[in-house]
Nanobody
Framework: QVQLVESGGGLVQPGGSLRLSCAAS????????MGWYRQAPGKQRELVSV???????DYADSVKGRFTISRDNAKNTVYLQMNSLKPEDTAVYYC???????????????WGQGTQVTVSS
């Protein structure tokens, strides 16, 4: 009843930039928070950045100053602008959203399918 669809991953050289997008669709009455997680091979999934309704943001220390999260409430879409990318940013990036929606109405966490980001020369 609710879906998250990501786009924007790919291969980029160190120092390059990518922009990830994640659009929520379906039966949605409100979105409390949207964010991005990543999982590198052999590592646990970790929080990259989150934006709360009202535009409060938080970032992992490893990406502060390089990544910027933003949100278009009218489109139910969250973006992650990634600059100055490093090889250690290589991972599958997952969109996450806390959404009030569905039938019956409820708050629930939703995940996107993941998009690969590879930083390599």
């Amino acid at each position: 009843q609710v879906q998250l669809v990501e786009s924007g991953g790919g291969l980029v050289q160190p120092g390059g930039s990518l922009r990830l997008s994640c659009a929520a669709s379906g039966i949605i009455f409100g979105i409390n928070a949207m964010g991005w997680y990543r999982q590198a091979p052999g590592k646990q999934r970790e929080l990259v950045s989150v934006i709360i309704s009202g535009s409060s943001t938080d970032y992992a220390d490893s990406v502060k100053g390089r990544f910027t999260i933003s949100r278009d409430n009218a489109k139910n879409t969250v973006y992650l602008q990634m600059n100055s990318l490093k090889p250690e940013d290589t991972a599958v990036y997952y969109c996450n959203a806390r959404i009030y929606g569905g039938i019956p109405r409820r708050n629930d966490d939703y995940w996107g399918q993941g998009t690969q980001v590879t930083v390599s020369s």
